[in-house]
């Protein structure tokens, strides 16, 4: 929900959208239903883990991922 508000209220507009993790001990669907925006297209889910990742390689897949979208034909 934080996300919502940081686009919402926070985000200039030159700023791209807000990335979010919502990290959750169990799937529940009613969360990540009420946790995004109605119109959104564009969710990138779930991927279950017994440990969270240290903090570099959090920072490594986002890393990976913004490299992934520089690179994708416009």
Do not use: F, H, W
Not at 33 to 41: A, G, M, T, V
Not at 54 to 68: C, F, G, R
């Amino acid at each position: 929900m934080y996300v919502n508000y940081y686009d919402r209220y926070e985000k200039k507009d030159y700023e791209n959208p807000t990335i979010g993790i919502l990290l959750c001990a169990e799937k529940n669907n009613a969360v990540v239903k009420i946790s995004l925006p109605e119109d959104n297209k564009t969710i990138i889910a779930s991927e279950y883990k017994l440990y969270l990742p240290t903090e570099q390689q959090l920072i490594e897949e986002v890393k990976k991922e913004i490299e992934k979208r520089e690179n994708e034909p416009v």
